[in-house]
Nanobody
Framework: QVRLVESGGGLVQAGGSLNLSCAASGRTFTTAAVDWLRMGWFRQAPGNEREFVAAIGWSTGSIDYLDSVKGRFTISRDNAKNTVYLQMNNLKPEDTAVYYC???????????WGQGTQVTVSS
């Protein structure tokens, strides 16, 4: 089992910044399974489907972003702390959503979600 706890959401004006954190815990993080782990952030605005925002390979460090956040958001991880971050700069009202942390052990049925953290950007 893996437990994901997000923090760092809040209310910010357009153009502002927030830094989300996702702390992961669980026995799976101490096994070789982390070689297949991809940590990511997704978001869901009211009335919309959940969408991919960014992801990082836990061992490889390979990174992907949603096109609309490229150049504004930066995903990173601290393997020693089992924590993944999402630095969000130049926020826009359309970034308003609940942001969810995700742990995907690729090639297996193991896929976990955090409880979500609200990000609200006012115009």
């Amino acid at each position: 089992q893996v437990r994901l706890v997000e923090s760092g959401g809040g209310l910010v004006q357009a153009g502002g910044s927030l830094n989300l954190s996702c702390a992961a815990s669980g026995r799976t993080f101490t096994t070789a399974a982390v070689d297949w782990l991809r940590m990511g952030w997704f978001r869901q605005a009211p009335g919309n489907e959940r969408e991919f925002v960014a992801a990082i390979g836990w061992s490889t460090g390979s990174i992907d972003y949603l096109d609309s956040v490229k150049g504004r958001f930066t995903i990173s991880r601290d393997n020693a702390k089992n924590t993944v971050y999402l630095q969000m700069n130049n926020l826009k009202p359309e970034d308003t959503a609940v942001y969810y942390c995700n742990a995907d052990f690729r090639g297996s049925p193991l896929n976990y979600w955090g409880q979500g953290t609200q990000v609200t950007v006012s115009s």
